[in-house]
């Protein structure tokens, strides 16, 4: 069965200053990765997806996203934060073969301080 | 731009009542998702259809039907509503390509409340 965890129920991090949010998968065979976010009172918007080639992805509003294969991770990355980022943000993954759904994690809450 | 729409964006009804939620997608996508978002759960799929008349169940399919008599519209139904529903009720959709790919699509909503 495949899995997401989110470690962190919530990221704190102040304007201008470089973001990390954390998202570790567990999928049989090679894994298709998003990002999804989601704004107060709105639906899920999809930021980026890995599905295979270069391990850096690159999304909307200058996200990006490593994926580490050896790590089975893929951390949402932004190197400059703004508080228009503060939001829920979620990690979904489902492998490459086959029929199947997504898997997404709990969710992080991350909050830009001005 | 795809658009996903939801009938209601809040909803109040009593224990017992039968529930109908109702999402309809622009796109003419083959596939449509139910999810619900509880604090601390993330999403957690109900049901999917991956065509007219087909039906799926998902993770947490107990409680719920759903119908697809068109392409563009998907509704979930709670025959009845009982207080541990109450929750955020989020449709999506999606292309249907070789291995399933694609991004889904969100559309804002319904905040169901059973009393």
């Known amino acids: 069965a495949q899995s997401v965890a989110q470690p962190e129920d919530q990221v704190n991090v102040a304007e201008g200053n470089p973001l990390t949010v954390k998202c570790t998968y567990s999928?049989?065979?090679?894994?298709?990765l998003f990002w999804y976010v989601q704004y107060p009172n709105r639906g899920l918007q999809f930021l980026l997806k890995?599905?295979?080639?270069?391990?850096l992805v690159k999304g909307s509003y200058g996200f990006e996203a490593e994926f580490n294969k050896s790590q089975t991770s893929f951390h949402l990355k932004k190197p400059s934060a703004l508080v228009s980022d503060s939001a829920l943000y979620f990690c979904?993954?489902?492998?490459?073969?086959?029929?199947?759904?997504?898997?997404f994690g709990k969710g992080t809450m991350l909050l830009v301080s001005p | 731009d795809v658009k996903v729409t939801q009938s209601s964006r809040y909803l109040v009804k009593r224990t017992g009542e039968k529930v109908f939620l109702e999402c309809v997608q622009d796109?003419?996508?083959?596939?449509m998702f139910w999810y619900r978002q509880d604090p601390g759960l993330g999403l957690r799929l109900i049901y999917f259809s991956y065509d007219v008349k087909m039906k799926e169940k998902g993770d947490i399919p107990e409680g719920y039907s759903v119908s697809r008599e068109k392409k563009e519209r998907f509704s979930l139904i709670l025959e009845s509503a009982s207080t541990n529903q109450t929750s955020m009720y989020l449709c999506a959709s999606s292309p249907h390509t070789s291995g399933y790919t694609d991004t889904q699509y969100f559309g804002p909503g319904t905040r169901l409340t059973v009393l």
């Open positions: 796109m003419d996508h083959e596939n």
């Open positions: 890995y599905i295979t080639g270069d391990n």
């Open positions: 979904a993954v489902r492998p490459n073969s086959g029929y199947s759904t997504l898997t």
């Open positions: 999928v049989s065979g090679n894994p298709y």
